[in-house]
């Protein structure tokens, strides 16, 4: 006999425009989706998921759009109290170099707190920063205060730092050098001091490992740090291209294309994440695709380096031959967060090359995800992934209906989401952050900000 008794769920979400950004982008026109456990249970059509469910808790989106919570795939996220500074370092001898030289843990905590408040009124559900914390223990907090995810890795990890200094002057100072490793021997203990994050099963921070700049790490630094990463099974981030002078003038000093080296050397792979790569040859994209190594996109930093000359951003031809290409903000100093399509929409003009709402979607979500070794647990509504997901607000301005893959992708957001879940827990709900006030986070960021000011002489 048949038992065609409802299954039970804890809430679920129907009478949406469901963006699922599964393998085939399928978009529900009246969907639904289930969650139990924090994980999502079922998607599907709102008629066929009711019969199928009793709910704990129900959520009528009213025709608006559901789609997976963005992920900003790297950020420096102490630096986002500086968002508005660097204008007033024009014409002084401070750089950011100073800035981060000064920062204090609470600093960072507090720099982390506004972004997460920030990003949850954004739609995003997670962030990523490459190691640019010099106290991790500051801002892991923030994941469980805010109901965000944070991914995490080893602080500063380098021990080449002259390479930077040469390269990059605006982003270095003594007292900011003064905290990066003295020697490999330091760089080498640092590495894998985040991994202890990945025990707890479910947590919302996670840790990987990473190097940071480009051309700033020896070999055996470089080979120690796959290789711990192989052996924990997370992703290995690394900085490469930023700088496209530095980066065409290391080819020139090794007689061939760095990725087609890399290739050589056993570096790329699925397991391999490379961040801005604002030179890329031709046949560098045959190479990354054939290996599975993955990209993040910073747009911002892509058009500054478009402006100096000699990149080759070939973001969109990457992603159309099968490369992982996820979007980020860097660090936002010219943008929101919900504006990032808009700027990779632009980025992608300038080189001629149009793009669709479904390619920069995928960036901000799935593709995101992929580049830090998520995608099994997030970045798409797909059964038994986490429940990290977005109801967009029925008065906002951009959802006109015509397009809800672009109005959402790409347009950002005129009104807040009515709703925000990680874990399938809401964070965020008509208006307000549901775990951090909001008026005290933007308080204490203020507070923090004078302070460094006064600190760096500004």
């Given at each position: 006999?048949?038992?065609?008794?409802?299954?039970?769920?804890?809430?679920?979400?129907?009478?949406?425009?469901?963006?699922?950004?599964?393998?085939?982008?399928?978009?529900?026109?009246?969907?639904?989706?289930?969650?139990?456990?924090?994980?999502?249970?079922?998607?599907?059509?709102?008629?066929?998921?009711?019969?199928?469910?009793?709910?704990?808790?129900?959520?009528?989106?009213?025709?608006?759009?559901?789609?997976?919570?963005?992920?900003?795939?790297?950020?420096?996220?102490?630096?986002?109290?500086s968002r508005s500074v660097l204008p007033r370092m024009s014409g002084?001898?401070?750089?950011?170099?100073?800035?981060?030289?000064?920062?204090?843990?609470?600093?960072?905590?507090?720099?982390?707190?506004?972004?997460?408040?920030?990003?949850?009124?954004?739609?995003?559900?997670?962030?990523v920063d490459p190691g640019t914390i010099f106290e991790p223990d500051?801002?892991?907090?923030?994941?469980?205060?805010?109901?965000?995810?944070?991914?995490?890795?080893?602080?500063?990890?380098?021990?080449?730092?002259?390479?930077?200094?040469?390269?990059?002057?605006?982003?270095?100072?003594?007292?900011?050098?003064?905290?990066?490793?003295?020697?490999?021997?330091?760089?080498?203990?640092?590495?894998?001091?985040?991994?202890?994050?990945?025990?707890?099963?479910?947590?919302?921070?996670?840790?990987?490992?990473?190097?940071?700049?480009?051309?700033?790490?020896?070999?055996?630094?470089?080979?120690?740090?796959?290789?711990?990463?192989?052996?924990?099974?997370?992703?290995?981030?690394?900085?490469?291209?930023?700088?496209?002078?530095?980066?065409?003038?290391?080819?020139?000093?090794?007689?061939?294309?760095?990725?087609?080296?890399?290739?050589?050397?056993?570096?790329?792979?699925?397991?391999?994440?490379?961040?801005?790569?604002?030179?890329?040859?031709?046949?560098?994209?045959?190479?990354?695709?054939?290996?599975?190594?993955?990209?993040?996109?910073?747009?911002?930093?892509?058009?500054?380096?478009?402006?100096?000359?000699?990149?080759?951003?070939?973001?969109?031809?990457?992603?159309?031959?099968?490369?992982?290409?996820?979007l980020a903000t860097d660090i936002p100093r010219t943008q929101n967060?919900?504006?990032?399509?808009?700027?990779?929409?632009?980025?992608?003009?300038?080189?001629?090359?149009?793009?669709?709402?479904?390619?920069?979607?995928?960036?901000?979500?799935?593709?995101?995800?992929?580049?830090?070794?998520?995608?099994?647990?997030?970045?798409?509504?797909?059964?038994?992934?986490?429940?990290?997901?977005?109801?967009?607000?029925?008065?906002?301005?951009?959802?006109?209906?015509?397009?809800?893959?672009?109005?959402?992708?790409?347009?950002?957001?005129?009104?807040?989401?009515?709703?925000?879940?990680?874990?399938?827990?809401?964070?965020?709900?008509?208006?307000?952050?549901?775990?951090?006030?909001?008026?005290?986070?933007?308080?204490?960021?203020?507070?923090?900000?004078?302070?460094?000011?006064?600190?760096?002489?500004?």
């Amino acid at each position: 006999m048949t038992n065609n008794a409802p299954n039970s769920c804890d809430l679920l979400i129907h009478n949406g425009i469901v963006l699922t950004v599964d393998e085939q982008n399928t978009v529900l026109d009246d969907g639904a989706v289930a969650i139990r456990d924090g994980r999502i249970c079922a998607v599907g059509p709102t008629q066929d998921i009711q019969a199928r469910f009793t709910a704990t808790e129900t959520f009528d989106a009213h025709a608006c759009v559901v789609h997976p919570g963005f992920i900003d795939a790297h950020i420096h996220i102490s630096q986002y109290t500086s968002r508005s500074v660097l204008p007033r370092m024009s014409g002084t001898a401070i750089t950011m170099g100073d800035w981060k030289a000064a920062l204090s843990p609470a600093d960072e905590h507090a720099s982390a707190s506004l972004a997460a408040v920030d990003y949850l009124r954004r739609g995003y559900t997670g962030f990523v920063d490459p190691g640019t914390i010099f106290e991790p223990d500051a801002v892991a907090p923030v994941a469980q205060e805010a109901g965000i995810r944070i991914w995490l890795t080893d602080p500063y990890v380098a021990d080449q730092v002259e390479v930077l200094a040469r390269d990059e002057p605006d982003l270095v100072s003594p007292g900011f050098m003064r905290r990066w490793p003295a020697n490999t021997d330091e760089a080498l203990k640092r590495l894998g001091s985040q991994l202890f994050r990945n025990r707890e099963q479910g947590s919302l921070v996670r840790g990987f490992v990473g190097l940071y700049g480009a051309g700033t790490a020896t070999r055996v630094l470089h080979e120690t740090a796959r290789n711990i990463a192989r052996e924990n099974g997370v992703q290995f981030q690394e900085h490469r291209g930023y700088n496209p002078r530095a980066y065409l003038d290391e080819e020139s000093r090794n007689g061939c294309s760095t990725i087609a080296r890399l290739a050589d050397e056993g570096v790329l792979g699925p397991g391999t994440t490379f961040t801005h790569m604002n030179v890329v040859h031709p046949g560098d994209i045959s190479i990354l695709a054939e290996f599975g190594t993955r990209i993040i996109w910073c747009p911002f930093a892509q058009l500054r380096a478009l402006g100096a000359g000699p990149a080759e951003p070939r973001m969109l031809e990457l992603h159309e031959k099968g490369v992982s290409v996820a979007l980020a903000t860097d660090i936002p100093r010219t943008q929101n967060f919900d504006a990032l399509g808009s700027v990779a929409v632009a980025g992608l003009a300038a080189t001629g090359r149009p793009a669709r709402g479904t390619e920069i979607l995928r960036m901000r979500t799935i593709d995101a995800a992929r580049s830090i070794g998520a995608d099994e647990e997030v970045g798409s509504l797909e059964v038994g992934k986490f429940a990290d997901i977005v109801v967009r607000s029925p008065i906002a301005g951009e959802m006109l209906g015509v397009d809800p893959v672009w109005e959402t992708a790409v347009l950002g957001l005129t009104e807040p989401p009515r709703l925000v879940l990680t874990n399938g827990v809401p964070q965020f709900r008509d208006g307000a952050t549901v775990r951090l006030d909001m008026e005290k986070t933007q308080q204490d960021a203020r507070g923090s900000a004078r302070r460094m000011m006064n600190r760096v002489g500004l």
